[in-house]
């Protein structure tokens, strides 16, 4: 609960619905885009180098997503207002 305070965790459950828990977060994630979640996953490891490559890795990931097909499906789907199926970019 502490963590929960200070803003590090997202949740807190008992320990017994932690599984449960970890399976509704991925199960969220798998409907997401692909090349969305590879960028995230890529700036978790981007604090490690310099100002330079952060920066330069952010505005190519930017770039890279935003002339996908995963991101026009993105926006014709809210568009839309349908769900997103990003699966058959995969």
């Not at 609960?1 to 008992?14: H, S």
Request: proline share 3%; glycine share 6%.
């Amino acid at each position: 609960q502490e963590a929960m305070d200070m803003g590090l965790v997202n949740k807190v459950v008992p320990h017994d619905q932690l599984d449960a828990e970890c399976e509704a977060w991925a199960a969220e994630i798998n409907f997401m885009s692909p090349t969305a979640i590879a960028i995230a996953k890529r700036s978790f490891n981007a604090d490690s180098e310099n100002i330079r490559g952060i920066s330069f890795m952010g505005v190519a990931a930017v770039k890279g997503y935003y002339m996908s097909d995963e991101s026009k499906e993105g926006v014709a789907a809210f568009n839309e207002k349908r769900k997103p199926d990003f699966k058959k970019f995969a």
